[in-house]
């Protein structure tokens, strides 16, 4: 199991979009999920791929072919700037495999 | 929202000491875990916990490393003998569907 995410580093302007890049290798059906980390706090839960839902307009969908699981936002704002970080689990009460993270800095 | 309490926040311990970090989960979940983050780095995945017993372990959790759930509620991770490497910040967390992490111990040793 194996989590990528091609980088460390994403700034974008205020308004623009965003694309954060998740990458993962597992031969089954994993969960994927987005955490985001605000200043060296609690990693929180922002989204995962079974729940289908927007969380502070990040959406994203897990493509099987690609084996990729991107965060979407079609407007940042400042509040966004965070550490964000991909992890997958292959099963119920399983471990998570973490991410390097992406830090995203959105500037005014 | 139910949270996962950490405590201490911040432990500055000497080098060779034996440190204890404490960890109370969300009530009705069933599968606990340490993770540790050194500054820096990724979240790394130390050891899952279900039904009293180590469900799974890394390779970082060796034998200086120790879980318990001595109570039925706290759930603790004791480092026996501290080295410079164990620096680092250690999230718990709990799982019933869903994982729900700590806020963290910043562990420094000197």
């Known amino acids: 199991q194996r989590v990528t995410q091609p980088e460390k580093l994403l700034s974008v302007f205020k308004g623009a979009p965003v694309e954060l890049k998740c990458n993962y290798s597992y031969s089954g059906s994993p969960e994927l999920f987005w955490y985001v980390q605000y200043s060296r706090q609690r990693l929180q839960l922002l989204l995962r791929h079974i729940s289908r839902e927007s969380i502070k307009g990040f959406t994203a969908d897990l493509n099987k072919g690609e084996t990729s699981f991107h965060l979407k936002k079609p407007f940042a704002q400042e509040e966004d700037s965070a550490m964000y970080y991909c992890?997958?689990?292959?099963?119920?009460?399983?471990?998570?495999?973490f991410g390097a993270g992406t830090i995203l800095r959105v500037k005014s | 929202e139910p949270e996962v309490t950490q405590t201490p926040s911040h432990q500055v311990t000497q080098m060779g000491q034996e440190v204890i970090l404490r960890c109370v989960p969300i009530s009705n979940h069933l599968y606990f875990y340490w993770y540790r983050q050194i500054l820096g780095q990724k979240v790394e995945f130390l050891v899952s916990f279900y039904n009293n017993e180590i469900s799974e372990k890394s390779e970082i959790f060796d034998d200086q490393f120790s879980v318990e759930r001595p109570d039925g509620s706290n759930f603790t991770l004791k480092i026996r003998s501290t080295k410079l490497e164990d620096s680092a910040m250690y999230f718990c967390?709990?799982?019933?569907?869903?994982?729900?992490f700590g806020s963290g111990t910043r562990l420094t040793v000197v």
């Open positions: 967390a709990s799982s019933i569907r869903g994982y729900t």
């Open positions: 992890a997958l689990s292959d099963g119920y009460g399983n471990k998570l495999v």
